[in-house]
């Protein structure tokens, strides 16, 4: 795996060859923050060393699902914690299909869980990473709460809360 360093001048350059898109995209995300009244709690570099983190030293790379600033809509969070996920969340960036652009997060709830199914007559074999997870999240001082079994990853928030 490449170095912390190597992969964040990766991502930085790939953000600096896009000149149309990215401004653009920056500037309305700015308009919507003021306009919401959101407190920037996060960063390029922040979501760029848990990503990192992730990829590094976990054994599978956890589900997760994510508010963007831009989205009408909230994400229906009640059925993401009711079970166990069966699935991996896919935690590269935008240019790679994975996250939406970083600094377009509003939140992102995380489930340090997967369920590896082992057959049609047998239960999964819960893998748990939570613990894992929280040290990461503490360690890189990542605002968070845990909701259960998830961690809520705030880029942004209202002021009010």
């Known amino acids: 795996m490449e170095d ?17 898109f990215i401004p653009d995209l920056r500037k309305n ?8 009244q959101l407190i920037p709690l ?9 990503q990192y983190g992730i990829k590094k030293d976990f054994t599978f ?12 809509t909230e994400p229906d969070i009640r059925n ?11 935690w590269s960036n935008y240019y790679e299909e ?8 509003q ?3 995380a489930y340090p869980k997967f ?3 082992q057959g049609r007559l047998i239960e999964g074999k819960v893998i748990d990473e939570s613990e894992k997870f929280k040290q990461l999240l503490v360690e890189l001082r990542i605002p968070f709460e845990q909701i259960g079994d998830t961690f809520r990853i705030y880029g942004y928030k209202n002021k009010g809360t």
């Open 107 to 109: 939140w992102l709830e």
């Open 42 to 50: 996060m960063n390029d570099l922040k979501w760029l060393k848990l």
């Open 80 to 90: 993401f914690r009711k079970n166990v996920p069966r699935y991996h969340g896919v």
């Open 115 to 117: 369920e590896r199914f």
């Open 61 to 72: 790379s956890p589900a997760y699902l994510v508010k963007c600033v831009t989205d009408e």
């Open 29 to 36: 995300v700015k308009q919507i923050v003021e306009q919401k």
């Open 98 to 105: 994975g996250m939406p652009v970083l600094f377009t997060i």
């Open 4 to 20: 912390f360093r190597t992969y964040y001048d990766n991502y930085k350059s790939i953000v600096a060859a896009q000149p149309d």
